[in-house]
């Protein structure tokens, strides 16, 4: 049975569970750890086009956009939720953005959706934090409180193919399965 647990830095602070919203609710709400400010996403696009002299019709390959994101801080806000979660072997937790969230605060999810693997749970590097990678579509700044619900957590089971051959054992953190 899956389980959803507080990480250390956030052991001794009075957080909402996540929990259903109703006995047929597929997700678990998330709730926000502490007070994040997502920025609008069109700082970001000024500053990259700033940094890189706004030519037109410029493209870049992955790893120029890589170190750009680096060098300007220019990427999706990471927002805790001050939770890990214990998953069942062949289980994934799939992070969605409440469906309200785009229609009512203009705010998404980066990554689409998230997936937090069951190797992630107390992997060195971040004992399995999970945050939402969030980008705000708005004119401007939005304060998430802490409580704040803006995402939810469903735990899906995933199938494997007959020639499966996995890489080894997950060693880092956020995003650490790809190099």
């Known amino acids: 049975m899956a389980r959803f647990e507080k990480v250390s830095k956030y052991a001794d602070v009075d957080l909402t569970m996540p929990s259903r ?7 678990y ?9 997502i920025p609008p996403i069109s700082e970001h ?18 790893d120029q956009m890589k170190d750009m994101t680096k060098t300007l801080g ?8 001050g ?13 969605v953005p409440r469906s309200s969230t785009p229609l009512k605060y203009w705010l998404v999810m980066a ?12 992997s060195p590097e971040s004992e399995g934090a999970i ?11 939005i304060k ?16 494997l193919t007959e020639d499966d051959m996995h890489g080894g054992k997950r060693m880092g953190g956020h995003g650490s399965t790809t190099t």
């Open 131 to 141: 945050y939402l990678q969030l980008i705000n579509l708005s004119p401007f700044p």
């Open 45 to 62: 696009i000024h500053a990259m086009k700033t940094a890189s002299g706004n030519p037109v019709g410029r493209v870049l390959t992955l």
């Open 111 to 122: 990554n689409g959706e998230g997936i937090i693997d069951a190797d992630y749970y107390n």
């Open 83 to 95: 939770m890990k979660c214990k998953l069942e072997n062949r289980t994934y937790l799939k992070l």
């Open 144 to 159: 998430l409180q802490k409580g704040d619900c803006v995402a939810q957590g469903i735990i899906c089971p995933y199938g």
């Open 74 to 81: 220019a990427k999706p806000t990471l927002v805790p939720t």
């Open 29 to 37: 709400d998330l709730y926000v750890a502490e007070d994040t400010i």
């Open 21 to 27: 919203a109703t006995e047929y609710s597929a997700g």
